[in-house]
């Protein structure tokens, strides 16, 4: 159940959020979206609406069916735009983020910054905190990789995404990009969560390997439980049967989750394939399936990459790509 409160008080809340603890239910405060919001937890089917709207201060009071609460479009029934800098993500446009998997350097960003930017990618991505499956491989540059992110986004005028795999580096992250990506294999870390929903950032949540499109959206939950609604859910393939492809992209998990939720989805075909012939078809079928933007890996020589060389665009690739997007887009419109 939601409680919707107009300009309620302190001590007008504090009594709503006792009943319902006293009927055996978790409430909990929050505000979005200029809204100061009550939900309360647990099997609501005996609760009287009627009652709850009965106290001072309440505006309106519904029943969400589904787990999640605020992300449900049953919560919020427009669609939500989530702003990064000048980019908007959920709304007309669809943006694309591009850049290497890794920030090996700054010539090497530089220059795929610079190529992406001018192939018409409004978002630069780059990894300074590589989370690998084996711990010899390269684990990122870390700061030194983040000052050189924020360097290069600067001097291009480019804002830009990057991940953070560890609680205590939330802030230092938070200096250095415009928007926190959480990874695959951090989906369900909700102490993660519950730190970088403090930044009030937008937040790029990738759908977890394994996880159900339900776990994907409480992790997005647990984020908006906090206070931040500024969240971007990424489908970037799960893991299936088929061991050619490094994972299976869920292109269906788009209109569900539209469906589902008022969060603009976003798709990753790189990290979806992992291999680089199929990045292109895959980033055009996932416009064609109404994706609200798309995030692409692009290194300026591939084969010499420190991670994901095989699923990474070459800038002429991509380019090529940018092209035939625009296209589908204005086919899309028209
Ligand atoms: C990435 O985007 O660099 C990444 C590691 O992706 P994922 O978390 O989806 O594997
Ligand atoms: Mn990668």
Known sequence: MIIILNSATTEQ?????????QSGLEPHYVEHYGKQIITANGNTKNCSIAEYKKYAGVESVFQV?????????????????????DVAFGGADIPVIAGPCAIEGYDQLKETASAVKNAGAVMLRGGAYKPRTSPYSFQGLEEEGLAILQAVSKELDIPTVSEVTDPRKVELVAEHVDMLQIGARNMQN???????????MPILLKRGASATIEEWLMA???????????VILCERGIRTFEPITRNTLDLSAVPLVQYLSHLPVIVDPSHGTGIWRLVSPMAKA??????????????????????????SLTPYKFSLLMKELKS???????
């Open 220 to 230: 997005a939950e647990y984020i908006m439980a906090d206070g931040n609604s500024n």
């Open 328 to 334: 589908i887009s204005s086919a899309l419109k028209s």
């Open 65 to 85: 069916s589904s787990s999640y609460k605020l992300a449900s479009r049953e919560f919020k029934q427009s669609k939500s735009i989530v702003n990064v800098r």
């Open 286 to 311: 996932a416009m064609a399936a109404g994706a609200d933007g798309l995030i692409l890996e692009v290194h300026t020589c591939p084969e010499e990459a420190a991670s994901d060389g095989p699923q």
């Open 190 to 200: 909700f102490v993660l969560l519950k730190e970088v929903a403090k930044t009030n």
């Open 13 to 21: 809340i504090d009594k709503i959020l006792f009943k319902i603890s």
